[in-house]
């Protein structure tokens, strides 16, 4: 069977294993794997302005919060959640082409502070400005949508609804980076004047980069509200966009699993240390440092980290014995 | 320095530029003719990749006029600057080492229809069979020569009336530079122009048809290849003494 027929058969299996996850879960469990997928779908966003692109964002729990307040905001109005989320990721989109800008003249960690500072006025945003958000108080009783006359109001059916949109955005960044758009952000992630000197647009797929990012973030936010039912500005906080680094660093940046081992990670493994009690941050936060020292490139770098150390080997023994 | 408008593609005239607070580029003037390889020389800090930088809209000019084709194009990004048939080898190493020779290739032509650079791909192809070879090969796994050759493949996609290249033999054993220079030489006789900046003088001047020397970012001396070739003042010259003297 050749490599892209496994990876094919893979990913059917491991889809299916996630269609029939809620028959075998208790509430929590379903919550938490709805989560994940949440998850998985703005840190796929982040992967493409940080892995891909090559550039530095610190504000992508704020497009997250951008999202899930335009969802909330919206459905509060009498807005239909099918109106709301494309209203949310269009907003993203704009907000992120509008904080692209600054990659366009800054880069490397002032590109990141300037993000950063995007990050906490959006988040002073959703604090002060009460008669929008709810201020701290948030926005409560957001309601989760219907399909057709169908209520996705059960944690299962919400499932379902998350992972066929985790799906589909997966398979829209796989054509989009399948496509020479990919070939472009890869060029400006490895060197911006020599993709210019090929003609990339750099202006534009640096804008591209920042606005499609963005709208992943706002496609998770708009999924987020209804599954938290509840929303205020504390989950969309500058540590939230750390962690979102943290899940595309981890997985793997620049790979397309990446984020979907990263997020599991940072989401799920906190949960299964929890039988060390106080020390579950120590042991997480020691494993992560232990991780950047011997696995830079993210857990997906595994296989190409261990070749690369054999064949280093391998020539260091080839040069003793001459 | 009389030069013939109407046999000149590039002309600069009277143009100062160069890097925020550095002058390179002293009011210079210069031509480069239609299907000639123009040699730039000059010592270090002459201004001769200046020139190839300011041609293709890498640097704006702060005055002065460069003309292409008979048309101004101070202000021109590379992209326009492409579409109008210029293209641009930059110094070193140009490629993007984790992605394909073929995902490479397509870079150069994001701008053409899909079909269109299907086709250029495989007129490329042929002109280097070697890459056809190596088509899904990562482009960092590539000899130095099979680098070159697929940086030019890849500025020749958008079939360029002139070709900017800027030191072709850094770092290549002089057998694969002999290789560059007789392509450089192919292309040109092709109807093709190319504007190169090389170090290596003496075997750049045996494959180009006329030598510009830059000193201080003006023109210093404009000559036959051939005949700068016989100068027995030509290291002096490369080596930074007065070109007028």
Request: hydrophobic share 50%; glycine share 10%.
């Amino acid at each position: 069977m050749s490599w892209s027929k496994l990876h094919l058969a893979a990913l059917v299996v491991g889809v299916l294993a996630l269609a029939v996850a809620p028959a075998f879960l208790k509430t929590y469990g379903l919550y938490l794997l709805t989560l994940w997928l949440v998850y998985i779908v703005a840190a796929m966003g982040l992967n493409l302005t940080v892995g891909y692109a090559g550039l530095k964002s610190l504000a992508h729990a704020g497009f997250m919060g951008i999202g899930a307040y335009t969802v909330a905001i919206a459905m509060k109005a009498g807005i239909s959640f099918w109106v709301a989320t494309p209203l949310a990721v269009v907003i993203c989109f704009l907000f992120g082409l509008l904080i692209g800008f600054p990659a366009l003249r800054v880069q490397l960690h002032y590109l990141g502070f300037a993000t950063l500072g995007f990050n906490v006025l959006l988040v002073l945003f959703f604090r002060n400005e009460e008669w929008l958000t709810g201020g701290t108080f948030g926005i409560q009783n957001i309601k989760r949508p219907e399909l057709f006359g169908w209520s996705l109001n059960g944690n299962a059916a919400y499932f379902y609804l998350v992972l066929a949109v985790t799906v589909i955005a997966a398979a829209a960044l796989a054509f989009l980076l399948r496509s020479p758009w990919g070939r472009a952000f890869a060029a400006l992630r490895d060197n911006p004047i020599r993709a210019e000197s090929t003609g990339v647009n750099i202006t534009a797929y640096t804008l591209m980069s920042f606005a499609i990012g963005a709208a992943y973030a706002g496609i998770a936010g708009a999924l987020f509200a209804p599954l938290v039912n509840f929303i205020d500005p504390s989950p969309f906080g500058v540590g939230t966009s750390l962690l979102f680094l943290l899940m595309v660093v981890v997985g793997g940046s620049g790979r397309f699993y990446g984020p979907v081992l990263g997020s599991a990670i940072a989401l799920l493994l906190p949960e299964y240390l929890r039988f060390a009690k106080d020390w579950y941050l120590a042991i997480f936060g020691l494993s992560v440092v232990l991780m950047m020292i011997y696995l830079p490139g993210g857990l997906l770098s595994l296989k190409s980290t261990l070749q690369l150390a054999k064949s280093k080997r391998d020539a260091k023994l080839k040069e003793a014995a001459q | 320095m009389a030069t013939n408008p109407s046999s000149s593609l590039i002309e600069f005239k009277s143009v100062v530029a160069g890097y925020t607070h550095l002058t390179i580029l002293n009011e210079l003037t210069l031509d480069a003719r239609r299907g000639e390889i123009t040699l730039l020389i000059g010592p270090n800090g002459a201004g001769k990749s200046t020139v190839l930088k300011t041609l293709f809209g890498m640097l704006t000019p702060r005055s002065g006029e460069v003309r292409f084709n008979g048309e101004t194009i101070n202000g021109r990004t590379p992209r326009q600057l492409l579409a109008q048939g210029m293209a641009f080898v930059p110094q070193g190493r140009n490629l993007f080492g984790s992605l394909s020779v073929l995902h490479n290739l397509e870079l150069g032509g994001l701008q053409l229809p899909r079909q269109v650079l299907k086709d250029r791909i495989e007129e490329v192809m042929q002109l280097f069979p070697r890459l056809l070879q190596r088509i899904d090969q990562r482009a960092a796994s590539l000899s130095g020569g099979e680098q070159k050759q697929l940086e030019i493949g890849r500025a020749l996609l958008v079939r360029p009336e002139v070709l900017l290249i800027d030191e072709p033999s850094i770092g290549l054993a002089p057998i694969v530079v002999q290789d560059v220079m007789n392509l450089l030489k192919n292309l040109a006789q092709s109807g093709k122009s190319v504007l190169m900046v090389e170090q290596n003088v003496r075997t750049a001047l045996k494959y180009a048809d006329r030598a510009l020397a830059l000193e201080m970012g003006r023109l210093a001396l404009d000559q036959p290849a051939a005949q700068l070739l016989e100068d027995p003042n030509l290291n002096r010259l490369f080596l930074g003494g007065s070109a007028k003297s």
